[in-house]
């Protein structure tokens, strides 16, 4: 029996960085819904409303544990402690969705430091945190999978954002390079990469902007979290077992 069916067979652990909001909170939500107990780690405690509202509850509905772990991915020493904290508890990690994320635009003439390090500490230096938790873990064990939320302006470049794009350029060479480092103890780690997604993310866009991207979509229209939650969810899933390394765009046609 390999250990991807032995595996098939328990009820597995995933943790989702980001997991109170947007495109996290429904990962978080369809991973309990396909038989895993979901850690739920954000900077914010996931409320009782709002779009990420509730999601703690949704995840025990389905008949599945959840652990919440309130931190930021910006800081190596905790997110250890976290993963350390889940294993305890649950005795492994099997799944690592890294959602979090953040952008702050501006065109690279106005953009001062601050912003710049923002966007690599949370979108790319937090991946790799979470990444390097996680991998002695998933190593000892003999099986895993890890899915690294990047963007189609990690692919192509979006103007105002050289920050945001090279965080996200950065997340799919980290994840070939982790492809390749964990492929003989069976992890297998991918990317997604969403074009534009109706979530919380947004709020801070102008409608010009979200104008200007709406007409890029050859579908006509923004994504749903769950659109890019299901590739997630199938990602992590049996069917998806000789998937490795990969980057998967989600995006209503938006990059062609
Ligand atoms: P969101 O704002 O709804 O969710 C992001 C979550 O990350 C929030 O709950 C936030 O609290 C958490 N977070 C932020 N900084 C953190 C930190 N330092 N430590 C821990 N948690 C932190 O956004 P979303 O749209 O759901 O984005 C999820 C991911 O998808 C991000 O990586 C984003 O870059 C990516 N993405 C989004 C879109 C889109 O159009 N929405 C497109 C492409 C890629």
Request: net charge negative; with cysteine; glycine share 12%.
């Amino acid at each position: 029996m390999t250990g991807s069916s032995r595996r098939s067979l328990v009820t597995r652990r995933a943790l989702v960085t980001g997991g109170s909001s947007g495109i996290g909170a429904c990962v978080a939500e369809l991973l309990a819904r396909d038989g895993c107990d979901v850690a739920v780690l954000d900077l914010e405690l996931p409320g009782s409303d709002g779009p990420g509202g509730g999601v703690p509850g949704r995840i025990r509905s389905q008949g599945r544990e959840v652990l919440t772990l309130q931190g930021d991915v910006r800081d190596s020493v905790w997110v250890r402690s976290a993963v350390d904290s889940m294993v305890e508890k649950w005795g492994g990690v099997d799944i690592l969705v890294n959602c979090a994320g953040i952008f702050r635009d501006q065109v690279i003439w106005k953009m001062d430091d601050q912003q710049w390090h923002d966007v690599i500490d949370v979108d790319l230096s937090g991946v790799f945190h979470c990444c390097k938790a996680v991998a002695p873990v998933m190593r000892a064990a003999g099986w895993g999978c890890i899915v690294n939320i990047s963007s189609i302006n990690g692919m192509r470049g979006k103007f105002g954002q050289t920050n945001y794009s090279a965080a996200k350029a950065g997340v799919i060479g980290l994840t070939k390079a982790l492809a390749r480092e964990l492929a003989r103890s069976d992890v297998t780690v991918n990317a997604v990469a969403p074009g534009l997604i109706e979530t919380p993310i947004l709020e801070s866009m102008t409608e010009v902007a979200r104008e200007a991207a709406v007409s890029e979509i050859l579908l006509g229209r923004p994504g749903r979290v769950e659109d890019v939650g299901e590739m997630v969810a199938f990602l992590c899933g049996d069917r998806a077992r000789f998937i490795t390394g990969e980057v998967i765009r989600v995006d209503g046609g938006q990059y062609i």
